[in-house]
């Protein structure tokens, strides 16, 4: 690919409006440049898409791929969990070919309406990040961490744990997505009951948690980061490449990496089975992963690769030196549904 492509690419990021999980009903729209082909390029099918990624992250990649490979994608928008619960309603019919991207554990709870498919890439990625099954593969890791406005947290005051979003202070004033619509904010809620114990202890610190929300939940994740970001919020809980736009968009935010230790669980995509174009589906997979698109995603949207040839991403934390909880990704998928039916009483004051 070359170098002056993504070049353009990356400058059209800055007239793409930011977009989150969740903001708005799934759609059924062509993403900007549909059908858009090389000069040599021969027509070469459709490929609809179901994605919940913010704009900036989908249309430079979608737009590549049209140009490179002549295959015209439909895109279709929306949250996590309203994208995966239409998954499961058309499995007797898929109108969708490709889920890209929601949490790998949220890809992995409906793995029955997708169709295992090992990626020409395969070799060259990370086995930490790789599911064993094939059923899904991943993007890029994903550290969740805390945001915070810098002119509503006093320096020196700003929490450096989990345990510190419970503080009083702090009701009211904390930005948190619905994880029934959300599947980063799904993790985030397995994060914290991971560091505190997926047991009763964990879940009475949820409780607290939801407490100090103070009925605030908010309906997807792209509303923590710009709430944050515009001050509705003094503190977020987000995915750490959200908050890293803001920060080098000049924004007045900051980062806390967690001192019980946070999580870094890939987000994936995920062949739906039963797909009317299923070679187009694994075209656009090996292209997700290939190094000229994880080497975009590293330097334009301080995303983590998941290539084993990845380069080191510069003024980011690296992730040896970010504390990790030990992620039961079992655990997240198969009490996926039980999980949030629970979250969801305490929110609503039945527990």
């Keep these: 690919m070359k170098k002056t492509v993504f070049g353009i690419m990356a400058a059209m990021l800055v007239a793409v409006s930011i977009t989150g999980c969740g903001q708005s009903p799934a759609t059924d729209k062509k993403a900007d440049g549909a059908g858009a082909q090389s000069g040599t390029a021969k027509k070469a099918g459709t490929v609809t898409l179901y994605s919940p990624n913010a704009a ?21 928008s ?12 058309e499995a007797a019919n898929p109108l969708g070919d490709i889920f890209w991207a929601g949490g790998a554990d949220s890809l992995e709870a409906y793995k029955q309406y997708f169709e295992p498919y090992k990626t020409k890439e395969f070799d060259n990625l990370e086995p930490q990040y790789v599911d064993k099954n094939n059923v899904w593969t991943p993007f890029a890791a994903l550290p969740m961490v805390i945001m915070y406005n810098k002119e509503l947290v006093k320096a020196g005051e700003e929490p450096k744990s989990w345990n510190d979003l419970v ?15 959300s599947g980063s904010s799904y993790t985030q809620l397995i994060t914290m009951l991971t560091a505190f114990g997926k047991n009763e202890q964990g879940w ?82 090996d292209f997700l ?9 590293q330097k334009e949207f301080k995303r983590r690769s998941v290539r084993k040839d990845a380069e080191t991403i510069q003024g980011v934390a690296q992730t040896k030196d970010i504390k990790l909880v030990q992620y039961d ?11 949030i039916k629970r979250f ?6 039945q527990e």
């Design 56 to 76: 900036e992250v989908n249309n430079p990649i979608i737009k590549e791929f049209q140009e490179r490979t002549g295959i015209e994608v439909q895109l279709i």
């Design 78 to 89: 929306g949250g996590t969990g309203d994208l995966l619960k239409r998954v499961q309603a």
């Design 167 to 181: 503080d009083p202070k702090w009701k009211g004033k904390i930005a948190f997505a619905d994880p029934a619509k």
């Design 204 to 285: 009475d610190f949820v409780k607290r948690f939801v407490k100090n929300l103070d009925g605030k939940v908010l309906s997807g994740s792209g509303l923590v980061y710009k709430g944050v970001a515009d001050k509705e919020f003094a503190l977020g809980v987000t995915l750490e490449e959200a908050a890293l736009r803001y920060v080098e968009g000049g924004a007045k935010v900051g980062i806390i990496y967690p001192s019980e230790g946070t999580s870094a669980v890939p987000d994936g995509a995920a062949i739906i089975k039963g797909a009317k174009n299923p070679e187009q589906a694994k075209q656009f997979i």
């Design 289 to 297: 992963v290939s190094k000229d698109v994880q080497t975009l995603i």
């Design 329 to 339: 990704f079992d655990f997240a998928a198969a009490k996926k549904d039980e999980n």
């Design 344 to 349: 969801g009483k305490i929110v609503t004051g």
